[in-house]
């Protein structure tokens, strides 16, 4: 193909991927060719002859005088489309369909989340004997607009020992952790806005986004936490609107933000106006607890989310919002509107298992076994070379580079095929950068069918 | 004002409702000066001034030779700003939000659902026992993506009970039945799209709607359902995409389908390419069982949502969505992404508790209570001079005109400050041609408190 041929076809591919990640809705004006020939990099002629060859193709139509514009059939989302690299391999909802499979016989080092033996099944159990007594409006009846009151005064209590004062109108409860970074997206988010995320980070943030009809960048992430210049450039060029990043052991990387960094970003997010919401759903896990971002900034531009699925159970959902007390005032109307009232249940359940003296004993038990695991983990994967980036003070998680010339998204085929589920780096890279890591969760890597499957399936590789 | 001003300031009017409720998206082109002028019945003149002074709002911008677009300040989403008459008390938030407050000492024969006290105590009670035993994975893991499978195959059973033919993959459980709606929403429209409602319709239909950049459309609704005449016009004008509906009773009015209404609505919409959402939670409310949309289609192009917040407990939280396979399929993703795995120790809660032989006697009382209800309700407001519009054969609504004279929003105001919360019937309609009509929950009108603050309210009136 000629090289004209290539920037033609490269500037079609950026097009269509703008129209399938909704950034450009139907209806919606094209850049201007000229606009378009700068964002690209690319002549004048080259920009005319992609539109019009996207024209005859009907994705976009011209409409004379006014420019191109994007054609609107009405097709239902498919998030899977989205996908920027079609390999379902590494497509986030893949994995997370994976690893929510009920099948026992899989062992799923790349999953998220503990083994339900590790959980708080006895605080769980505690709760529902107690709850099975409890008077009837609180089996039956709704909760109310914010959510259980006592839980959310339990949530502040929590909060002020990170340095976050929030009173009990500044905290709102959801139905999960990823139910509340989705109603702040929707609260704050118009089509087209920019939303910075990690890079790499937890990959349900990719497929979450898809939802929103937005642009996604990436910010590179080192193992200071997020690369300053690299954020500062991004804040300048894409002038995003909203950032999503974990507090406390990021995942998937382990990384602790330091004091300095953190006050570096929140200086570089306030002079841009840029809102953040900060992920704490690892708080219980830290042994040295980090910096918050809600703290420091006050909760002004910082929106903090959690959850207790981690930690306590996932089968009793329940998340948090804490923000402005004007912004928690929308969201609950947004909640209301979207998901009406919240599961009662679960919070008496959850303020029942928190509140109890067991739940201290029971994650104190958790990061001892946890660093037991991470131990033995490092040293098994060491023997088959494979290195981590960075080491973690503590929490479930370790990102790991393979060996050279190996390939995650292969590696992960072929050991599914074996009944492993792995987590390929590409995944929560938003760049695509990470073809040769995988992410670890080392309370899940117990069972040595785990090491030599990836032993045979990184030689096959 | 001259007869020319009132025109210039209703297109502007007009045109500020669509861009409050989003229809027109910050960055879109409004429709031309020609096509507003069609589309509103007023000269071109009239728009050309009309635009010009919403420019000079800087609510619209003109680009020369382009038209002119909607300005794009970034403000965050407020579902209140987006009510198209600006009287609190008429607002489905305001209302729901008073109906969800947890004061014990609120009368609310305005609210949508049972007292606690009618509910399936009884039933949870026991589930809960039963769950306090139950296999860790259970209490601790998340759900499988589609959801629990036993309650998935025992709805699959329920459902082929009403004529709907539905395999475990056609079934996806969510957190609750307003989020299955949303889901479908966000399934199914793109920005601008038009949905139809019932006029009058379950008042959070509204609130949810207003969080999804679409236009509203009310079909008016009659004894025998939804006005024939009237929907083949709107389908004609408007080109809908989606009718969100009631299955079975209808809620406000209590009105069941026929299947003569039944047939010519489906055939009506198949010819539009209409996609019908049926909303069946007040099911086991029937005595006789009305004709499903859903079983008359097929699952082709009417979908079916429900959940047992209603019936069983609406503390246990927990919805499912009918569909067509492929549908659910990409259904499933969306869930995932926006709110990740589901409530596992919901549906197993709900699962136990629904699958015990104390379910259908606990029915079979609420039925037979709503009944006496009902008839004492009747007559009480007929001492008012208050009188249903139609007399429902079940369930728990009565849909009433006040005597001659009366405002529905100010009884309801007046109300509230005795601490009775009622419904006003312009939360219910689209058009707001309900100012005189109020909901009654006949289970919730046991209180003498209440006619005597409504005569009051009345005699004020």
Redesign the interface.
């Known amino acids: 193909m000629p090289r004209s041929q290539t920037r033609i076809a490269s500037v079609m591919e950026q097009v269509r991927k703008q129209i399938a990640a909704r950034a450009y809705?139907?209806?919606?004006?094209l850049p201007s060719v000229r606009q378009q020939a700068r964002l690209s990099g690319v002549s004048v002629s080259t920009v005319v002859e992609a539109y019009e060859r996207l024209a005859a193709e009907n994705l976009i139509a011209a409409r004379p005088?006014?420019?191109f514009f994007v054609s609107?059939p009405?097709a239902?989302?498919?998030?899977?489309q989205l996908t920027a690299d079609k390999e379902r391999d590494i497509d986030p909802?893949w994995i997370?369909?994976q690893a929510?499979?009920?099948d026992?016989q899989l062992l799923k080092p790349g999953c998220g989340?503990l083994p339900?033996?590790w959980?708080?099944?006895e605080g769980?159990?505690k709760a529902?004997?107690m709850?099975?007594?409890a008077q009837?409006?609180?089996?039956?009846?709704?909760?109310?607009?914010y959510g259980h009151?006592e839980l959310r005064q339990f949530l502040g209590r929590k909060l002020a020992k990170t340095g976050i004062t929030a009173t009990a109108d500044q905290i709102m409860l959801t139905?999960?952790?990823?139910?509340a970074v989705?109603l702040i997206c929707?609260?704050?988010l118009?089509?087209?806005?920019c939303v910075l995320v990690d890079d790499p980070c937890y990959f349900?943030f990719h497929?979450?986004l898809?939802?929103h009809?937005v642009m996604i960048v990436g910010v590179p992430f080192t193992p200071q936490g997020p690369d300053l210049t690299a954020f500062a450039q991004i804040l300048q060029n894409h002038a995003p609107?909203l950032y999503i990043t974990n507090a406390g052991i990021h995942n998937p990387t382990g990384v602790s933000l330091t004091p300095v960094v953190a006050h570096q970003m929140l200086k570089l997010a306030e002079a841009a106006g840029l809102i953040i919401v900060e992920d704490d759903i690892f708080a219980d896990f830290e042994t040295h607890p980090a910096p918050r971002l809600a703290a420091y900034d006050g909760l002004h531009n910082v929106i903090q989310i959690g959850s207790f699925?981690k930690t306590v159970?996932?089968?009793?959902?329940c998340g948090y919002i804490v923000a402005r007390r004007d912004?928690t005032d929308?969201l609950?109307?947004?909640k209301?509107?979207?998901?009406?009232?919240?599961?009662?249940?679960?919070s008496?359940?959850l303020h029942s298992a928190l509140t109890g003296s067991g739940y201290r004993r029971h994650m104190e038990s958790v990061r001892l076994r946890l660093a037991v695991a991470m131990q033995t983990t490092l040293e098994k994967l060491a023997a088959l070379d494979i290195l981590p980036w960075h080491t973690p003070q503590a929490g479930m998680f370790l990102w790991c580079r393979l060996p050279e010339g190996a390939d995650a998204a292969r590696a992960s085929r072929a050991c599914l095929k074996e009944g492993v589920v792995l987590a390929p780096g590409n995944a929560f890279s938003q760049s695509g950068s990470a073809a040769d890591f995988l992410r670890f969760n080392v309370s899940q890597c117990n069972d040595p069918a785990i090491f030599s499957a990836l032993k045979r399936a990184l030689k096959q590789g």
């Not at 118009?190 to 806005?193: E, R, S």
């Open positions: 809705l139907p209806g919606a004006r005088g006014a420019g609107g009405a239902p989302l498919d998030l899977t909802l997370s369909r929510l499979e009920a026992p989340w339900p033996s959980l708080y099944e769980v159990r529902m004997r709850a099975a007594r009837s409006a609180l089996l039956t009846d709704y909760a109310s607009p009151a139905e999960s952790g990823t139910q989705d929707r609260f704050l118009q089509p087209g806005d349900n497929a979450l898809r939802a009809p609107r699925s159970s996932a089968a009793v959902r912004w929308s609950v109307d947004l209301i509107a979207t998901s009406f009232g919240g599961g009662q249940l679960a008496m359940l």
